[in-house]
């Protein structure tokens, strides 16, 4: 097949490496970014393939190194994951619900050479209530950890996931995220791929909860900067607010690279959704993945476009917006992603906003994501 | 924020590291999910601090090292305050 787009004396490295260990997770959050067939991927790479992955990435100039999921801790093998690429030089991150995190594995990955965890809050509106007044086991489980992931010197990062059942709360959570002494705090609205794309109708935000996040966000950041605070406070908003679309991943397979649990690699970690194929570790080296496989350069530069894009004067910074949404909402992965407003698909993602105005289903009439429910929505 | 002085000793931040990266032909400053990639003025700082020098010793090595920069000693205080208000490092 045709590259379609740069070569690769133009293309420059992988920068970030998102290695998915696995897709087992003791959790359902009804907006995890996991494919929905996730449970038709089954396969694992070995701790020996892991390493090899690591020493390709890092020789191809990969410094930062997500170890994500799924829930990452359920691999045995984590802490010699962690030792083999600190040695390598990578900058490790585990990126963890905290579910199954003791204060002696903090420590086993300290001294593997951990530089950072971050710990995900899957609170929903009820359960932040009952986070905070400390009545349920699973949130006292994450305030304990944060607090021995702060203990161990490590820094930390917190992630809350927001949506319109819990972003009215947001001046709770950021208080709880300054008194356990974050670093960073992530207040991510869901991007709607995978089970929130599912789910969208029931977790979308109205514009005025946004506002009002914003808002709060804002005072929030200048007490903070009154106080000297170091804490960072990192609002994401959904695309579906903006009239033009993100510049997703920097640009299609321009620095970033997600391997899956099966080995499969991917330009972001939503992109297994997209009809491309994509080539998997255990067939190719990563230097023929990244610079000459098809998958990723399918979108790179300019070519694949269509109108409005193709001509449009802001393509070099947004690049046509995400694939991924593009492909969702229109059908067509070549479209222009529809949050741009010159999209001749723009009024879906007007029907959406439209949409979070009215009653929506509750927390409990989401689809939860598990792999009975996976296994219904995509046979085989 | 008040003004870094000769006095004050800087020390990077827990959880940020500086590294050469050969790939990219520069030192990096690598911390939780990031990465700036630094000029050659800002690494040769960054590479004395720390913990033990203070800004002022920084200042007499880069000096001895770059005999022939005029306002050097501007320039150091000024980078170790923009660090110091980016948060990537500490000043003691």
């Known amino acids: 097949m045709l590259n379609t787009g740069s070569t690769s004396a133009e293309q420059g490295p992988p920068l970030w490496l998102l290695a998915e260990l696995t897709y087992r997770c003791p959790l359902q959050c009804p907006y995890c970014s996991n494919p929905l067939e996730f449970a038709n991927h089954k396969g694992e790479l070995s701790t020996a393939q892991w390493v090899d992955v690591f020493t390709q990435a890092r020789a191809l100039g990969a410094a930062q190194l997500g170890f994500s999921g799924g829930e990452p801790l359920v691999r045995e093998d984590l802490a010699e994951l962690i030792g083999a690429a600190r040695e390598l030089g990578f900058y490790t991150n585990l990126i963890t619900s905290g579910m199954g995190l003791t204060e002696a594995k903090i420590e086993a990955f300290r001294e ?5 965890i971050q710990i995900s809050f899957q609170a929903s509106d009820a359960e932040i209530n009952n986070m905070l007044a400390g009545s349920r086991k699973a949130f006292e489980q994450k305030l304990a950890m944060a607090r021995a992931v702060k203990a161990a010197g490590y820094p930390m990062v917190l992630n809350f996931v927001t949506h319109r059942h ?3 709360q947001i001046d709770r959570i950021i208080e709880l995220c300054v008194a356990l002494e974050a670093d960073f705090v992530e207040l991510a609205t869901c991007q709607y791929y995978g089970w929130a794309h599912l789910n969208r109708a029931g977790l979308l935000p109205t514009k005025a909860q946004l506002d009002h996040a914003e808002q709060v966000t804002n005072q929030w950041r200048e007490k903070l900067a009154e106080q000297g605070n ?3 406070l990192i609002l994401v908003t959904p695309d579906y607010y903006e009239e033009r679309p993100k510049g997703c991943m920097n640009g299609w397979g321009n620095i970033f690279l997600t391997i899956t649990p099966d080995g499969t690699a991917l330009p972001c970690h939503s992109a297994r959704q997209l009809p491309v194929s994509f080539p998997s570790v255990t067939e190719h080296s990563l230097s023929h993945i990244w610079y000459d496989s098809f998958g990723f350069n399918r979108f790179r530069g300019y070519d694949w476009m269509s109108e409005p894009c193709r001509s449009c ?8 917006g995400c ?3 593009a492909y969702l909402l229109t059908g067509d992965a070549t ?3 529809p949050v741009c407003s010159k999209s001749p698909h723009h009024h879906k993602i007007l029907q959406a906003r439209a949409e979070a105005e009215q009653p929506q289903p509750g927390i409990e009439e989401l689809t ?4 009975r429910t996976s296994r219904i929505i995509c046979k085989v | 924020m008040s003004p870094v002085v000769r006095d004050n000793t800087p020390v990077l931040r827990p959880g940020f590291r500086l590294q050469w990266e050969p790939v990219q032909n520069s030192h990096v400053l690598l911390y939780p999910e990031g990465m700036v990639k630094l000029n050659e003025s800002a690494a040769e700082v960054l590479l004395l601090v720390d913990g033990k020098r203070p800004v002022a010793d920084i200042i007499n090595t880069l000096t001895d090292k770059f005999p022939n920069v005029p306002g050097l000693d501007e320039d150091v205080l000024a980078f170790i305050e923009v660090a110091h208000a980016q948060h990537w490092l500490h000043i003691r």
């Not at chain 1, 593997?112 to 950072?116: I, M, S, T, V, W």
């Not at chain 1, 004067?313 to 046509?320: A, M, N, P, R």
């Not at chain 1, 939860?368 to 792999?371: G, K, L, S, T």
């Open chain 1, 112 to 116: 593997a050479g951990l530089d950072h």
């Open chain 1, 166 to 168: 819990n972003i009215d």
């Open chain 1, 230 to 232: 170091p804490c960072k």
């Open chain 1, 313 to 320: 004067d802001e393509k070099e910074k947004d690049f046509g």
């Open chain 1, 323 to 325: 694939r991924c949404q």
């Open chain 1, 335 to 337: 479209q222009a992603d």
């Open chain 1, 368 to 371: 939860f994501r598990n792999e």
